[in-house]
């Protein structure tokens, strides 16, 4: 593998405006700094702003604007916003053009020479990967890699991610969680078409693994295939976001805890049985409708507009915000917080 050097790169708006980059009037600033690696991607994935077919703008990730500077001006901004405690995470997200691979490398290192040891860097790369490229990026100095799944059943999967296969994209992210235990992430999105059981399931299965879940709603963006697709109901989500958070803490940050137990009716959530040891954990419910993934990402407005009912709030919420999440992830859903074991733990 030839040495590659990056000369250009593109960073999220809100990332550029917390390293001093540019000026945006922002709500809440992003906690990671994120920065893009290549443009027009050769996959084709129907949801995608950097899709082969997409007729969205270049500079467009998500409903996020990426301006270009150079890595120089990147790396000394982001060290000294590292510096100031204003950046807890760098992450590189990777558009798979020809020679990505490469310069995903030459990302994670710079990004790696321009943080304190302490600031975390990861790397979003694509499920279509190698394990010796997920090895190669964590040797760059990547502290996690994310392995996107996206879709969250078969059928959806072959539909919106090109004809890709799900079945090698989850084995690969069985064999990295296996060789790189507590270092590997995916993203579920909801929205496409999948039920609640659908990605519940697939999210039980990667906790399962230890795999760390980040949790996205789909956003329409006009020029991609699905621009007329709505948004997912938002008490959907929420019954999915309380289901995920219970999942991550039964069985990544309390493995000791029994797991919670899901019944869904025709793929909706019917009701959770949670024994006592997860509920206690899961006290503070409110953590479950924060974005989630890698921790120190909080990704403000990349699902939603300011102003809006966030999908994820990309900060601890209020009060008022907690009472009224918990009340739309439960409405219709029978709760029982009474169980004192219960076996297995799986959906069905």
């Known amino acids: 593998m030839g040495h590659t050097e990056l000369d250009k790169v593109r960073v ?11 000026h945006i009037a922002s709500f809440d600033e992003p906690t990671c700094a994120y920065v893009m690696i290549g443009e027009r991607c050769t996959r084709d994935c129907a949801f995608c702003a950097q899709a082969r077919s997409s007729a969205a703008p270049g500079d467009k990730l998500s409903r996020v604007t990426w301006p270009e500077f150079s890595a120089r001006d990147v790396a000394e901004a982001l060290r000294a916003a590292a510096d100031e405690g204003k950046v807890r995470r760098a992450c590189a997200q990777v558009v798979g053009t020809p020679g990505a ?70 084995s690969l992210i069985h064999e990295c969680a296996r060789r790189f235990p507590g270092r ?22 990667m906790c399962q693994q230890g795999v760390t879940v980040g949790l996205f709603a789909f956003t329409p963006l006009a020029g991609t295939r699905l621009a007329d697709r709505q948004s997912p109901d938002l008490g959907s989500y929420r019954r999915i976001q309380l289901c995920c958070y219970l999942l991550k803490r039964a069985y990544l940050e309390h493995p ?16 959770i049985s949670i024994p006592r040891r997860v509920a206690q954990v899961g006290a503070l419910w409110g953590e479950a409708f924060q974005t989630s993934g890698c921790p120190g990402c ?12 966030p999908y994820n709030y990309p900060r ?24 004192a074991s219960i076996e297995g733990g799986s959906t069905r």
Do not use: W
């Open 12 to 22: 999220s708006a809100g990332t550029a405006s917390v390293l001093g980059l540019s």
């Open 298 to 309: 909080n990704r403000p407005y990349y699902n939603e507009r300011p102003g809006k009912i």
């Open 184 to 205: 590997v992430s995916t993203h579920l999105i909801v929205g496409l078409g999948e039920t609640e059981e659908d990605v519940v399931s697939l999210a039980a299965s």
């Open 256 to 271: 000791a805890a029994s797991p919670p137990e899901f019944r869904f009716s025709s793929g909706r959530l019917a009701s």
């Open 316 to 339: 601890p919420l209020t009060p008022v915000e907690v009472e009224d999440a918990v009340a739309a992830a439960l409405d219709g859903v029978e709760l029982d917080m009474e169980s």
């Open 101 to 170: 691979f490469e310069r995903s490398i030459a990302a994670v290192k710079l990004l790696k020479s321009a943080v304190r040891p302490d600031v975390p860097v990861s790397v979003s790369y694509s499920a279509t990967a190698r394990i010796e490229q997920v090895a190669a990026l964590m040797e760059a100095g990547a502290e996690r890699v994310a392995l996107p799944i996206d879709a969250c059943n078969e059928q959806l999967y072959r539909d919106i991610k090109g004809g890709h296969d799900m079945s090698r994209a989850l």
